[in-house]
């Protein structure tokens, strides 16, 4: 199993409508996760951070956690054309300082 | 602001070349990262350090190596570049602490002719 896995193919979602996005990590002992946001051409960038079960809002995003069932989702609400970008789930690897990434989810918000 | 420095943005280097990577941060982070991201395969980790003169194998170290000397400033190196070397090249720098997120430099395109 990868250590962090995201759902492969672009997902396209309407204007104003919700974009929800999850990834799967293997290290069940992992205490920390990020979302990270990528714009075609440029670097990642941080959205969320999240360290203990439940969810995590802040603005339109907002990041739930499951450490039982070892993952980590993100909802977009009201979803904008400046949201269009890649999305990067990111695990912090327990113990050794290892930050491991999922391949990303293409999100294209159709205006 | 954090500020994380590639010392490229594009590069051009021909097959057996010897080619440097290097990276700066300025908040004094410990761990620092390489990367490289490929269409489909997302981003991929070549080496960390952890410390200075401290570094750890990646998923993807062969063909590179690395090297640490001052705390802020982070190498990566091509030994002998290839052609499936090309690739973008991400660094990211974060803190040593569980509740910190990674911040990342521009990139550096490189193209192996």
């Known amino acids: 199993q990868k250590e962090v896995e995201q759902n492969s193919g672009p997902l396209s979602v309407p204007e104003g409508a919700i974009a929800s996005l999850n990834c799967t990590y293997s290290?069940?002992?992992?205490?920390?996760f990020f979302w990270y946001r990528q714009y075609s051409g440029k670097s990642p960038e941080l959205i969320m951070s999240?360290?203990?079960?439940g969810d995590k809002e802040d603005g339109r995003f907002t990041a739930q956690l499951n450490k039982a069932s070892q993952y980590v989702s993100l909802l977009i609400r009201d979803s904008q054309p400046s949201d269009s970008a890649t999305y990067l789930c990111?695990?912090?690897?327990?113990?050794?300082?290892?930050?491991?990434f999922g391949k990303g989810n293409q999100v294209v918000v159709i205006p | 602001d954090v500020k994380v420095t590639q010392s490229s943005r594009y590069l051009v280097k021909r097959t057996g070349e010897k080619v440097f990577l290097e990276c700066v941060q300025d908040?004094?982070?410990?761990?620092m990262f390489w990367y490289r991201q490929d269409p489909g395969l997302g981003l991929r980790l070549i080496y960390f350090?952890?410390?200075?003169?401290?570094?750890e194998k990646g998923d993807i170290p062969e063909g590179y190596s690395v090297s640490r000397e001052k705390k802020e400033r982070f190498s990566l190196i091509l030994e002998s570049a290839s052609t499936n070397q090309t690739s973008m090249y991400l660094c990211?720098?974060?803190?040593?602490?569980?509740?910190?997120?990674?911040?990342f430099g521009q990139g550096t395109r490189l193209t192996v002719v």
């Open positions: 990211a720098s974060r803190l040593d602490r569980e509740d910190t997120e990674a911040f």
């Open positions: 290290d069940r002992v992992s205490q920390s």
């Open positions: 999240i360290y203990s079960n």
């Open positions: 990111a695990v912090l690897l327990y113990g050794n300082n290892r930050l491991a």
């Open positions: 908040m004094d982070h410990e761990n």
């Open positions: 350090s952890y410390d200075v003169k401290m570094k």
